[in-house]
């Protein structure tokens, strides 16, 4: 017995030691949880569960249950995973206890505390009520009525609150009339809202709140005139709260009741003390500055509902756009009403918006942007009618004439066949200048067919005259003269009922191309007549012409060719007055003016003043492209006076200072041959006659100085074998084969002369063949290679045009190397290849004419090959030739300015880009306004960079590609300047209109999404979601 009593006694003072030990670590939870240090504070509440286990008492277990509570508040509180499944488990472990109903309670409180209204209403809802104090009940039951309020359950938050009322006192009683007042407010029931609210109106807690709540009830009831006299007096007083909304309602009643200048004040009142506006807001504060006139501010209020989609926002875009104008800011006018046009939301807006976009964009020279516009007009329309009369208009002086004529051609469809009346004339005209532009692209073909088009509406006489001359001025080009005398007649016939025709389609310079056009059908009688007319016209309006150079070359040329007719019927005398005039000018070409005096002296017998004429030629203008002519005619004219010795130093000029150049150097040698034979220097003449053969001789040539060589070899020298010895050293001389060789050669040339070029080609490759050596082999491969041209087989031509240039200097050397380069540029793209043959046809002929294709086509060679040297050297060769028309300066101004321009030599680029815009209208042009806009942005010159932006998308419609990069510079132009809104409309207007392009279009795109974000950063705009979740102060009554 006194060891089971010790034994107890034992056991019971251990069990009071670990009480005593829990209750320490209990305790210091509890002061932890209070000061808020929860993690240490739930390692003691854990501490003192684990040190309570081992004992199985009521206690104990009670003693457990308190710490677990708290260690599971600890837990939630600490955002632990595991906090709510341990409060769960707590509550299911101790339902109906005491320690239950706390523990909800404590949950439900926890949660309200930290604004987790749904969280807390779950606990709340919970919690048992029976036997619970009627204090800590109203308390309850008022957090619920206010969590639902939050949640914007206003019925539910109701009925709590009604509990709360009903006992009409207490400290829950004042905040909870509040809280049903506005929960009435938010349900629209606005006489109970107003009745809770006038309870606590004179509560000091609730007395700052309580106007601005009243005066949302009447606003709500549109109670305008009372919200004035209610709130009006209350909007300066510094005791209310919510003095800005207040001003904003009292400045919301004036503008419902139209009185926009009583709004004004109010309304801007809270537009500067707020940070962020609704759309609806900024809206009504931008029309009433608006209405009222103050268009500046009214421009600042709305741009920033530049982007919202939304009824509010086209209509805000729509003001914007006429504030604007009421500011002379048409271009801005422009983006904004681009933005109202672009949203759906309001037909009749948005139609407006169109049209008004449209007209303003053809008044701003932006006739792509109002085409695109007019287009979309439906029949049913209210705006189809002027909309159809506007695109007439705008196509007349729109760029993209293809595109333009697609239009009318749609129009003519949605009309059942016919045009109105404007839109014909307008078609007439479009169609001519689509056919010029498609003449200055060098396709003929189109620009025929376009033209011939443009005749079936005659309905302005001048645009069909023109239409007539350049139809005669292409068929003149492509050899089809008696076509084209017919096209000039009518032209010509056209032309004495009308004035003021285009320069270059002038009536002067049609009688010229008339002119020719009868030459090249040998009636010299007949053109002379033409290009009398010509000149009488250039000489009665010369002071008229601006393009020096219609005036001058065709002047002058015509002058030559009027020289000519008289010289053709031996009238000698009145072709000498041409030709003495076309000298005294200096007129292009006057040199040949000198040659044909001197051949007129010479048939009129005055042999002397022939070789001086000539002479001078010569000495004065070595470089004439008809000094080659002059020294043969001088040796000539001297053997025929029998001066032969004095023949002999101009006939070694020629075949010494044009060997490789001139075809006429074998006749040189023949007559020094011929000279030396009758002078008896034998050896000489032989000398001269072999040197014949080495020059690439034409076959009567060669058959001259053979017969010649013959002659002196057998039957004056009497030495036979060596001229046969001679001829074994040419190839293809061999005497048996001579005849076969012709009779071969001349098979395949019938076949030429026929145009049967595939069996040309034939007859040339087996002349080739068996004879590789031939008497006619460099005209086989010449004919050859024209027969493949013939017939498109331009690799093979190319390879025979490759021979000859080969062989070296010859009758078609300078033809080979000529035809190889267009080529080798055409249709193979070996630019370094076409480079080099036209560089040698330049020094390898002495026609002036050809010497300047030479270069022209070498310089657009050595730029596709990117030989930048070259391009400098030749686009200045070009630029600066007289023979060079606007089109080919332009194109050498051209590559002189984006080579500088790629060398980063902005100083040099410019100018040279200038001029290309100043000579020519193409898509260098359209390029040309682009580079120099970019240039100056990089001078940082943006003012001048906007200007040309905005003037390339008028004057560069017809290339779309340059309009789309001309906005996407102007949208880093603007961005630059700080205006983010005009950089996100032209962003916006090319990627709704260009789609052409996609490095440019993802560019726009990736440029867009940075601006708006740049935007976004600093609007006024509010943008923030609605929450579901009220945001309101608790007015120091949230319990």
Same mark, same amino acid.
């Given at each position: 017995?006194?060891?089971?009593?010790?034994?107890?006694?034992?056991?019971?003072?251990?069990?009071?030691?670990?009480?005593?030990?829990?209750?320490?670590?209990?305790?210091?939870?509890?002061?932890?949880?209070?000061?808020?240090?929860?993690?240490?504070?739930?390692?003691?509440?854990?501490?003192?569960?684990?040190?309570?286990?081992?004992?199985?008492?009521?206690?104990?277990?009670?003693?457990?249950?308190?710490?677990?509570?708290?260690?599971?508040?600890?837990?939630?509180?600490?955002?632990?995973?595991?906090?709510?499944?341990?409060?769960?488990?707590?509550?299911?472990?101790?339902?109906?206890?005491?320690?239950?109903?706390?523990?909800?309670?404590?949950?439900?409180?926890?949660?309200?505390?930290?604004?987790?209204?749904?969280?807390?209403?779950?606990?709340?809802?919970?919690?048992?009520?029976?036997?619970?104090?009627?204090?800590?009940?109203?308390?309850?039951?008022?957090?619920?009525?206010?969590?639902?309020?939050?949640?914007?359950?206003?019925?539910?938050?109701?009925?709590?609150?009604?509990?709360?009322?009903?006992?009409?006192?207490?400290?829950?009683?004042?905040?909870?009339?509040?809280?049903?007042?506005?929960?009435?407010?938010?349900?629209?029931?606005?006489?109970?809202?107003?009745?809770?609210?006038?309870?606590?109106?004179?509560?000091?807690?609730?007395?700052?709140?309580?106007?601005?709540?009243?005066?949302?009830?009447?606003?709500?009831?549109?109670?305008?005139?009372?919200?004035?006299?209610?709130?009006?007096?209350?909007?300066?007083?510094?005791?209310?709260?919510?003095?800005?909304?207040?001003?904003?309602?009292?400045?919301?009643?004036?503008?419902?009741?139209?009185?926009?200048?009583?709004?004004?004040?109010?309304?801007?009142?809270?537009?500067?003390?707020?940070?962020?506006?609704?759309?609806?807001?900024?809206?009504?504060?931008?029309?009433?500055?608006?209405?009222?006139?103050?268009?500046?501010?009214?421009?600042?209020?709305?741009?920033?509902?530049?982007?919202?989609?939304?009824?509010?926002?086209?209509?805000?875009?729509?003001?914007?756009?006429?504030?604007?104008?009421?500011?002379?800011?048409?271009?801005?006018?422009?983006?904004?009403?681009?933005?109202?046009?672009?949203?759906?939301?309001?037909?009749?807006?948005?139609?407006?918006?169109?049209?008004?976009?449209?007209?303003?964009?053809?008044?701003?020279?932006?006739?792509?942007?109002?085409?695109?516009?007019?287009?979309?007009?439906?029949?049913?329309?209210?705006?189809?009618?002027?909309?159809?009369?506007?695109?007439?208009?705008?196509?007349?002086?729109?760029?993209?004439?293809?595109?333009?004529?697609?239009?009318?051609?749609?129009?003519?469809?949605?009309?059942?066949?016919?045009?109105?009346?404007?839109?014909?004339?307008?078609?007439?005209?479009?169609?001519?200048?689509?056919?010029?532009?498609?003449?200055?692209?060098?396709?003929?073909?189109?620009?025929?067919?376009?033209?011939?088009?443009?005749?079936?509406?005659?309905?302005?006489?001048?645009?069909?005259?023109?239409?007539?001359?350049?139809?005669?001025?292409?068929?003149?080009?492509?050899?089809?003269?008696?076509?084209?005398?017919?096209?000039?007649?009518?032209?010509?016939?056209?032309?004495?009922?009308?004035?003021?025709?285009?320069?270059?389609?002038?009536?002067?310079?049609?009688?010229?191309?008339?002119?020719?056009?009868?030459?090249?059908?040998?009636?010299?009688?007949?053109?002379?007549?033409?290009?009398?007319?010509?000149?009488?016209?250039?000489?009665?309006?010369?002071?008229?012409?601006?393009?020096?150079?219609?005036?001058?070359?065709?002047?002058?040329?015509?002058?030559?060719?009027?020289?000519?007719?008289?010289?053709?019927?031996?009238?000698?005398?009145?072709?000498?007055?041409?030709?003495?005039?076309?000298?005294?000018?200096?007129?292009?070409?006057?040199?040949?003016?000198?040659?044909?005096?001197?051949?007129?002296?010479?048939?009129?017998?005055?042999?002397?003043?022939?070789?001086?004429?000539?002479?001078?030629?010569?000495?004065?203008?070595?470089?004439?492209?008809?000094?080659?002519?002059?020294?043969?005619?001088?040796?000539?004219?001297?053997?025929?006076?029998?001066?032969?010795?004095?023949?002999?130093?101009?006939?070694?000029?020629?075949?010494?200072?044009?060997?490789?150049?001139?075809?006429?150097?074998?006749?040189?040698?023949?007559?020094?041959?011929? %000279?030396? =034979?009758?002078? $008896?220097? /034998?050896?000489? &003449? *032989?000398?001269? #006659?072999?040197?014949?053969?080495?020059?690439? !001789?034409?076959?009567?040539?060669?058959?001259?100085?053979?017969?010649?060589?013959?002659?002196?070899?057998?039957?004056?020298?009497?030495?036979?074998?060596?001229?046969?010895?001679?001829?074994?050293?040419?190839?293809?001389?061999?005497?048996?084969?001579?005849?076969?060789?012709?009779?071969?050669?001349?098979?395949?040339? %019938?076949? =030429?002369?026929? $145009?049967? /070029?595939?069996? &040309? *080609?034939?007859? #040339?490759?087996?002349?080739?063949?068996?004879? !590789?050596?031939?008497?006619?082999?460099?005209?086989?491969?010449?004919?050859?290679?024209?027969?493949?041209?013939?017939?498109?087989?331009?690799?093979?031509?190319?390879?025979?045009?490759?021979?000859?240039?080969?062989?070296?200097?010859?009758?078609?050397?300078?033809?080979?190397?000529?035809?190889?380069?267009?080529?080798?540029?055409?249709?193979?793209?070996?630019?370094?290849?076409?480079?080099?043959?036209?560089?040698?046809?330049?020094?390898?002929?002495?026609?002036?004419?050809?010497?300047?294709?030479?270069?022209?086509?070498?310089?657009?060679?050595?730029?596709?090959?990117?030989?930048?040297?070259?391009?400098?050297?030749?686009?200045?060769?070009?630029?600066?030739?007289?023979?060079?028309?606007?089109?080919?300066?332009?194109?050498?101004?051209?590559?002189?300015?984006?080579?500088?321009?790629?060398?980063?030599?902005?100083?040099?680029?410019?100018?040279?880009?200038?001029?290309?815009?100043?000579?020519?209208?193409?898509?260098?042009?359209?390029?040309?306004?682009?580079?120099?806009?970019?240039?100056?942005?990089?001078?940082?010159?943006?003012?001048?960079?906007?200007?040309?932006?905005?003037?390339?998308?008028?004057?560069?419609?017809?290339?779309?590609?340059?309009?789309?990069?001309?906005?996407?510079?102007?949208?880093?132009?603007?961005?630059?300047?700080?205006?983010?809104?005009?950089?996100?409309?032209?962003?916006?207007?090319?990627?709704?209109?260009?789609?052409?392009?996609?490095?440019?279009?993802?560019?726009?795109?990736?440029?867009?999404?940075?601006?708006?974000?740049?935007?976004?950063?600093?609007?006024?705009?509010?943008?923030?979601?609605?929450?579901?979740?009220?945001?309101?102060?608790?007015?120091?009554?949230?319990?």
């Amino acid at each position: 017995m006194p060891l089971l009593l010790l034994s107890f006694l034992s056991l019971w003072g251990q069990q009071t030691a670990v009480y005593t030990e829990a209750n320490r670590a209990f305790k210091r939870g509890v002061t932890l949880y209070d000061q808020g240090i929860l993690a240490k504070a739930k390692r003691e509440f854990q501490k003192a569960i684990d040190l309570t286990l081992p004992i199985n008492e009521t206690a104990a277990e009670g003693f457990r249950t308190r710490a677990a509570l708290y260690m599971a508040k600890c837990a939630v509180e600490l955002r632990l995973k595991e906090g709510e499944v341990m409060t769960m488990d707590f509550i299911r472990s101790f339902r109906p206890d005491p320690e239950y109903q706390e523990a909800l309670m404590d949950m439900g409180n926890y949660y309200f505390n930290v604004g987790e209204y749904a969280k807390s209403l779950e606990f709340y809802n919970e919690v048992p009520t029976l036997g619970m104090s009627k204090g800590t009940l109203t308390q309850m039951r008022f957090r619920q009525g206010y969590s639902n309020f939050a949640l914007k359950e206003f019925n539910l938050a109701k009925s709590f609150f009604r509990d709360v009322i009903a006992e009409a006192d207490g400290d829950y009683y004042a905040p909870s009339n509040y809280y049903m007042g506005l929960s009435s407010f938010f349900e629209q029931d606005y006489a109970q809202a107003a009745s809770s609210l006038q309870i606590v109106e004179n509560n000091p807690t609730y007395r700052p709140y309580i106007p601005f709540y009243l005066t949302q009830i009447l606003f709500a009831q549109k109670k305008y005139q009372d919200v004035i006299a209610y709130a009006e007096p209350k909007a300066n007083d510094k005791g209310i709260r919510d003095l800005k909304e207040i001003q904003q309602l009292v400045g919301q009643s004036y503008f419902e009741l139209g009185n926009y200048q009583r709004a004004l004040p109010y309304l801007e009142y809270y537009q500067e003390n707020s940070k962020k506006l609704r759309e609806e807001e900024l809206y009504q504060i931008g029309y009433t500055q608006y209405q009222t006139g103050n268009f500046q501010k009214a421009i600042q209020t709305l741009r920033p509902l530049s982007g919202a989609e939304s009824p509010i926002g086209q209509n805000a875009m729509f003001y914007l756009a006429d504030s604007y104008l009421k500011v002379g800011q048409k271009n801005n006018a422009l983006n904004a009403l681009a933005a109202a046009k672009r949203l759906n939301f309001d037909p009749l807006i948005k139609e407006e918006a169109s049209f008004n976009y449209a007209k303003l964009a053809y008044e701003l020279n932006q006739p792509r942007e109002a085409v695109a516009t007019l287009q979309d007009f439906a029949p049913n329309s209210r705006y189809y009618q002027d909309a159809q009369r506007l695109l007439a208009d705008v196509l007349l002086n729109y760029r993209d004439y293809q595109q333009s004529l697609e239009i009318i051609n749609d129009v003519r469809r949605r009309n059942g066949g016919g045009l109105p009346p404007q839109m014909q004339a307008t078609y007439q005209k479009v169609a001519v200048n689509r056919g010029m532009q498609l003449l200055q692209n060098n396709e003929n073909q189109a620009a025929r067919e376009i033209l011939q088009k443009s005749l079936e509406n005659p309905i302005d006489l001048s645009v069909q005259a023109v239409a007539l001359f350049w139809l005669g001025d292409v068929a003149h080009r492509e050899k089809n003269y008696q076509e084209s005398a017919q096209y000039m007649d009518r032209f010509l016939g056209l032309t004495r009922s009308i004035s003021n025709l285009p320069e270059e389609s002038s009536v002067a310079t049609a009688n010229y191309i008339q002119g020719y056009n009868l030459i090249k059908q040998d009636n010299y009688e007949r053109a002379r007549g033409f290009f009398q007319a010509a000149v009488d016209g250039i000489n009665r309006n010369r002071g008229q012409y601006r393009n020096d150079k219609i005036a001058n070359n065709v002047l002058g040329d015509a002058t030559l060719r009027l020289g000519d007719s008289y010289f053709k019927f031996n009238q000698y005398d009145n072709a000498l007055r041409y030709y003495n005039e076309a000298i005294d000018r200096k007129s292009a070409n006057f040199d040949y003016a000198i040659y044909q005096k001197a051949i007129i002296e010479g048939l009129r017998g005055r042999r002397t003043e022939e070789i001086v004429s000539l002479e001078r030629l010569t000495r004065d203008f070595p470089g004439s492209e008809f000094a080659d002519d002059a020294l043969l005619r001088i040796g000539q004219t001297y053997q025929e006076i029998g001066r032969s010795n004095d023949a002999i130093p101009h006939l070694q000029n020629l075949v010494t200072k044009y060997r490789g150049k001139s075809p006429l150097v074998n006749q040189g040698f023949l007559a020094l041959g011929l %000279i030396n =034979y009758n002078a $008896g220097n /034998y050896d000489g &003449a *032989i000398n001269y #006659y072999k040197q014949v053969f080495k020059n690439s !001789p034409e076959p009567t040539e060669a058959n001259l100085a053979r017969a010649s060589l013959e002659e002196i070899y057998v039957k004056d020298l009497g030495k036979p074998g060596e001229y046969f010895a001679f001829l074994e050293t040419i190839p293809g001389y061999k005497v048996d084969n001579l005849k076969r060789d012709s009779i071969n050669f001349r098979a395949a040339e %019938i076949k =030429y002369e026929n $145009g049967d /070029y595939p069996r &040309a *080609i034939e007859g #040339y490759t087996s002349y080739i063949r068996s004879f !590789p050596q031939g008497l006619y082999l460099s005209t086989a491969y010449y004919h050859r290679g024209d027969a493949y041209v013939a017939t498109q087989q331009y690799s093979l031509a190319l390879k025979d045009y490759d021979w000859l240039i080969l062989q070296g200097a010859g009758k078609n050397y300078a033809k080979a190397l000529e035809k190889g380069a267009v080529i080798a540029y055409n249709s193979e793209l070996d630019f370094n290849k076409a480079f080099k043959y036209y560089s040698d046809l330049e020094k390898a002929t002495t026609d002036e004419n050809l010497i300047f294709e030479a270069q022209l086509g070498a310089m657009r060679s050595a730029y596709r090959a990117g030989n930048k040297a070259a391009v400098a050297t030749l686009a200045q060769k070009v630029a600066t030739n007289p023979r060079a028309n606007a089109s080919q300066i332009a194109t050498a101004n051209f590559y002189i300015g984006k080579q500088a321009f790629d060398n980063n030599d902005f100083t040099n680029a410019i100018p040279a880009l200038q001029k290309v815009i100043q000579t020519s209208d193409n898509e260098q042009t359209a390029e040309a306004r682009y580079l120099i806009a970019f240039i100056n942005y990089k001078q940082r010159n943006l003012d001048r960079a906007q200007q040309l932006c905005l003037e390339a998308n008028q004057k560069s419609s017809a290339y779309p590609y340059w309009v789309a990069k001309s906005v996407l510079l102007l949208a880093d132009v603007f961005a630059d300047k700080g205006d983010l809104y005009n950089a996100k409309a032209a962003l916006e207007a090319l990627l709704e209109n260009f789609d052409q392009d996609k490095d440019v279009v993802n560019t726009a795109k990736t440029r867009l999404a940075q601006i708006n974000k740049q935007i976004e950063a600093s609007s006024p705009l509010n943008k923030t979601p609605e929450s579901n979740v009220l945001e309101f102060q608790k007015s120091g009554g949230g319990g």
